[in-house]
């Protein structure tokens, strides 16, 4: 107990019951990475919303984002099979 976990889909810490989907402490991926219905967003999901955050807060170009955001996905390990098949 009282280990953190990171998220499996953007690698946040998940410390407080209101990281994860509904309180539920037994997912592996955060509130972030959770669609309203608690279920885990895809892949294209994900790296839009990564994409457009990285957009609004370091004032990137869309495309750049996109690639900034696909390299970060890889190295996650929801993402790690998918982005192998898919270089
Ligand atoms: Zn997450």
Same mark, same amino acid.
């Given at each position: 107990?009282?280990?953190? =976990? ?9 410390? =407080? ?5 509904? /309180? ?5 991926? %955060?509130?972030? %990475? ?9 892949? /294209? ?6 994409? /457009? ?9 869309? /495309? ?10 890889? =190295? ?12």
């Amino acid at each position: 107990m009282g280990k953190t =976990r990171n998220c499996i889909a953007c690698g946040m810490p998940m410390t =407080r019951p209101e990281d994860f989907p509904g /309180g539920d402490a037994t997912k592996d991926y %955060c509130v972030h %990475c959770a669609r309203p219905d608690g279920s885990m967003q895809s892949y /294209g999901e994900k790296l839009d919303s990564m994409t /457009g955050f990285m957009v609004k807060t370091q004032g990137l170009d869309p /495309g750049a984002a996109r690639k900034l955001a696909a390299g970060m996905m890889s =190295r996650l390990p929801a993402w790690k099979d998918l982005s192998r098949n898919s270089p």
